[in-house]
């Protein structure tokens, strides 16, 4: 019986790190996936995929990256997410 309870809670684990997250930001769809231990986000961004880390932040959680030969920021702070390409100004997201 342990061994099943302990099979049932790896299997239960590993399942819920696989969902995927809707949200759009301005007039970009993204749609992501957060590692299990938070130090990487897999998102596609308007069907464009890219892998951002987790970078410095002094307040929230903050993931950059590369797509397209611009750099891509999603920030996070409570259930408010910010994207900025480059330095441009930054769009707020709304999660569908």
């Known amino acids: 019986m ?5 099979f049932a809670c790896v299997f239960l ?6 969902d995927t997250t809707t949200m759009v930001c301005g007039e970009n769809k993204v749609q992501y996936t957060m590692s299990p231990d938070g130090e990487t986000l897999t ?4 069907d464009n995929p890219v892998t951002l880390n987790i970078a410095i932040s002094a ?4 993931y950059v990256g ?12 409570g259930a408010d997410w910010i994207m900025f390409f480059n330095e441009d100004a930054p769009i707020s997201c709304v999660i569908k």
């Open 2 to 6: 342990k061994k099943i309870l302990l």
């Open 13 to 18: 684990a590993a399942c819920g790190h696989s």
């Open 59 to 62: 307040s929230g959680a903050r």
């Open 66 to 77: 590369e797509m397209q030969n611009q750099s891509v920021t999603l920030w996070n702070h």
């Open 43 to 46: 998102a596609v961004i308007n």
